[in-house]
C-alpha cells in the first residue's frame, strides 16, 4: 500500500536562530502519483527560540488536524480521502468527481453571515460584511481563496492579522473587532462541522491609537454653527431629531417615518430594524422639540408613508442618501474652521454631556439612548464627558 501523507513535522535548522525554520509534510500527487512536499514558513519570523518551537507546535496540530481529517493540498474538495476500505480514498478518484457543494471561504462566509442577519442591525451587518471582504480580498490577494475551509490554519489567521497591523495601520481597536468577527465566523464552522478547531488564537497585540471617534461640540460652538445650519432646513432638523431625541443618524433618523412619531403623546417609535441594538423602544421627545415638530415644520399635515428625510430635501417616499446629511454637515464645519473631531454623531454625544450636566437621572438618560443598561451609560458618559473636578477647580490654592 503506497503512503499517501507524511504528517508534519518542524524543520529547526539545528536550532539556529539566523535560518528560516518551517514545518514540512508531504502528500501524494494524486495526478503524478509521486509525493510532494510541502513547506510553511510563516510566522516564524521575528519570534524567540521558545515562541518558535510554540509557533511550530500549533501549526503541527493543525495540519496534523485537516490532514487526517481528509484535507489535501491539491484539493478544496469538502470530502474525505479514504484508500481502500480502510484509510483513505484514493485522491485520483476523488479528483475525478465534480466539485458542487464545496466549502471555500466565498461559499461558507456567505452562510455565516446569511445566519448573522436576522440578529443583527443593518448597519452592523454591513460592518461585518465589509470586515469579511477585506479578508477574502486578502486570500485573493495570496491566491489561496479558493482552497477548502479546513486549509486557514492559525499561520495563515497571524499573516492576515499582521496585515492589518502593518500594512493598514489599524488601531487595536479595530484589529480586536476583526478578532472578533473571525473568531465566530470559525466557531461557525465548528458548529457546521466543517473544521475541527478554531484557527483563530495568539493575535499579535496592537496597541495603536487611531482616534477617529465623533468629539461633544462645546457650548460656544454650538452657537455658532446655529445660524449656519438653519441655512439649511433638513439637516437642523435631522441634527434636532440627533439631539432631542438621541436618534443615530443614518437608520434611526435617515429611515424614519412619519407614522411612527406621535405627535399627540410626544413619542417616537424605533422598530427593531432600525435600532443598533435590534430591540424596539420609544423615545420621549422633549416638550420644546414637540412644539417645533407641531408648528414650525407640520410633518403630521404630510401622508404618514413618507419618510421625514426624503431625498427632494422634504419629506418623501425614498429617504435621503446615507452620508449626504453627513457631507453637507461636514461642509458647514468645514466652512467655519471647526475640529474636524466635530461630526454629524457629535449631536448626539453633545446633548448626553448636556442632559447629565442638567441632572436628568442616568436610568432616563440611559433608556432615552437605547442603552442596554446604566452601567453601559455610565462607560459612555464617561468616555464623552470630561471628569472635572468642582472640589480642585473652585479651591485650588494659589500659587
Not at 468577527?181 to 496592537?206: G, S
Request: hydrophobic share 35%; proline share 5%.
Amino acid at each position: 500500500m503506497k503512503k499517501l501523507i507524511i504528517l508534519p513535522k518542524l524543520c529547526n535548522c539545528n536550532g539556529r536562530q539566523k535560518k528560516q525554520w518551517f514545518v514540512y509534510y508531504s502528500v501524494r500527487d494524486p495526478q503524478t502519483g509521486k509525493m510532494h512536499r510541502f513547506r510553511h514558513y510563516d510566522g516564524f519570523t521575528g519570534l524567540s527560540e521558545l515562541e518558535k518551537y510554540d509557533h511550530a507546535r500549533g501549526l503541527i496540530e493543525d495540519y496534523t488536524t485537516k490532514l487526517r481529517s481528509g484535507w489535501s493540498p491539491f484539493l478544496d474538495d469538502q470530502r474525505v480521502i479514504y484508500e481502500d476500505h480502510i484509510d483513505y480514498k484514493t485522491v485520483t478518484e476523488l479528483y475525478k468527481t465534480r466539485r458542487a457543494g464545496n466549502r471555500t471561504l466565498r461559499v461558507v462566509l456567505s452562510k455565516f453571515l446569511d445566519h448573522k442577519k436576522p440578529a443583527i442591525s443593518a448597519s452592523t451587518f454591513q460592518t461585518y460584511s465589509s470586515k469579511a471582504r477585506i479578508f477574502f480580498l486578502w486570500t485573493d490577494r495570496l491566491g489561496i481563496q479558493l482552497n477548502d475551509i479546513k486549509a486557514y490554519s492559525n499561520a495563515v489567521i497571524l499573516g492576515f492579522f499582521h496585515f492589518l497591523i502593518n500594512e493598514k495601520q489599524l488601531s487595536g481597536r479595530s484589529v480586536r473587532k476583526y478578532a472578533e468577527l473571525l473568531t465566530a465566523f470559525f466557531n461557525f464552522c465548528i458548529d457546521r462541522k466543517y473544521i475541527r478547531i478554531n484557527p483563530v488564537y495568539k493575535i499579535p497585540r496592537c496597541t495603536r491609537i487611531n482616534d477617529n471617534t465623533a468629539r461633544p461640540i462645546m457650548r460656544a460652538d454650538v452657537e455658532i454653527f446655529k445660524p449656519s445650519l438653519a441655512k439649511d432646513p433638513q439637516l437642523w432638523l435631522a441634527i434636532q431629531f440627533m439631539f432631542y431625541c438621541a436618534l443615530r443618524p443614518n437608520h434611526e433618523a435617515r429611515e424614519m417615518k412619519i407614522k411612527e412619531i406621535d405627535f399627540i403623546a410626544g413619542m417616537i417609535y424605533v422598530s427593531r430594524d432600525r435600532a443598533k441594538s435590534r430591540m424596539a423602544r420609544v423615545v420621549t421627545i422633549p416638550r420644546q422639540f414637540l412644539l417645533k415638530l407641531r408648528q414650525d415644520y407640520d410633518l403630521q399635515k404630510y401622508d404618514p408613508e413618507l419618510y421625514i428625510f426624503g431625498s427632494g430635501g422634504h419629506p418623501g417616499p425614498v429617504p435621503i442618501g446615507k452620508n449626504t446629511l453627513g457631507h453637507r454637515f461636514n461642509k458647514i464645519r468645514d466652512e467655519l474652521k471647526m475640529p474636524k473631531e466635530y461630526k454629524l454623531y457629535s449631536w448626539k454625544h453633545t446633548a448626553a454631556v448636556e442632559v447629565d450636566e442638567a441632572k436628568i437621572p442616568t436610568k432616563d438618560l440611559s433608556r432615552h439612548y437605547g442603552h442596554s443598561s446604566i452601567s453601559v451609560t455610565d462607560i459612555y458618559l464617561r468616555n464623552k464627558k470630561p471628569q472635572l473636578s468642582e472640589a480642585i477647580r473652585d479651591n485650588y490654592p494659589d500659587l
